[in-house]
């Protein structure tokens, strides 16, 4: 029996009424042979072209998926390296020569209902009455080789649900969840509605030779990767735009959060990864209630604070301590003043390359809180709320290190985010004008049928629509803009 790694994630591609569509799983990869001579209904001699890859108790699928007398079979007995197979004799046609035989994992498909997105299931009350006999397993509706998808229709106690998901089986492990679905189906901005659109236009069906769900999907996320890509030629200026979309804002209040004494915040703490990786994500930030704090280049942070020092502490510092040992102290003053925390604290030598002495052990300039292992300890610059922010490898880095007074605040980030990748047809994208996704997928159906003409032509739809949109977009400026000051004058 298979792994519930190797049993493929069901797709929902079709939800009307009461009535589902699930998607068959993919086996165009499984271990395939072909039928040598005929094979009668009932018959339990099977001869194929090579045997190699089957073994006893796996199950075939014989025939094209989709054909009227397309079913599947049982291997009953050990195969020994060849062309015979003894089967089942469960066949319910007659199969003719070169009859392809595909070894299959998934037999099943188990319906759940949910009251969330996301949430506990109950298999719906029709499937769990079913029991094993036959070839049918019990808890799950038999997938229909003989059909281009399965369709199951609840009965009326089960469409409570607000959500509902499936599972493939082999009768002992099941797959990973579908994506769960709307009980009114699957929404117009999905990649499966994409496809139905596409090929409606192109006047085409999926096929396990051109046209692959799979691989239609893979386009549909090429094209919501060109929409976040896009770049134009402005008309009223000459000058080539990458484009920001107000769909990819977003803003983050809680993943980072101000800690005493540390000035960088790297943006792979956010909870959204940015859209890129760097600066040009950035909108603005806000530090807490404290309002929206200044951008300044790398190169001017660098100018503005290269009399400032940090080192970490690296053995705790205990009040009225009179020594702090840190990670390096080699680019400290001899004598002078550190903050770290609440301390304000001053001392007269250091020893080797590690050590601060001299420190009071009591007074306004004495360890009075106890210093923690990693705590900042900072010369030339006092722990204070920051009013300006630079951005630097992946970082943002604030101009002064927070006071203990600010920990905890939460640094508020609006930026343009990347979208999440659509990887399966019951994904919806988040692109506001996603009627472009059928024409992309359109000019990939042509290209693939070889009609180049058309599939040039939609393209050219695709690209102008987007255009439309680049142009009309308003979304707001990166911290980068300049500020103009007119006068009463004017």
Known sequence: MATSELLTKPTIIEVTGSTFRIAHPDIS????????????????????????????????????????????????????????MTVTNNLSFAHEVNAPVTKINERGIAIYGAATDGGAGTLIA??????????????????????????????????????YYAKFTDGITSSASSDYVLAAGLASNSVEYFIQQALTLTNSELDDALLKRERLVKVANDCQSAIA?????????????????EFEMVEDKTSLTLSTGEHEYALSGLSVAPKWESERAIISIRIGSEGKIEKQLISEYDDDTEEHTRTDCATTGAVAATSLVVDSNVEFTDTGTLYSGDNTLTYTGKTGTTTFTGIPASGDYSIETQIEVDDPVWQGIQLDLPTKYSYFDGKIIFNKPPASDYSGYPIKLRYFKKLPALLDASDVTEVTFSNVFELYLASWIERRKGNEDKAIQYMKEFKDQVLNNALSASVPTIDEISYYQFNDDC
């Open 229 to 245: 890509q896009f770049k134009y030629q402005d008309p009223r200026t000459g000058e080539y735009t990458q484009t920001n979309w």
């Open 29 to 84: 990869g499984n271990v395939r042979t072909y039928l040598a001579s005929t094979i009668a209904a009932a018959g339990t001699a099977m001869t194929v072209l090579d045997n190699n890859g089957f073994a006893d108790d796996d199950w075939y699928v014989i025939g094209d998926i989709g054909d009227e007398k397309t079913e599947s079979g049982d291997v009953n007995g050990a195969v020994t390296v060849g062309s015979s």
């Open 126 to 163: 029709s499937i769990d009455a079913k029991t094993a006999s036959g070839k049918n397993l019990a808890d799950a509706v038999m997938i229909q080789w003989d059909k281009p998808y399965t369709e199951y229709t609840l009965i009326t106690t089960d469409t409570t649900y607000a959500y």
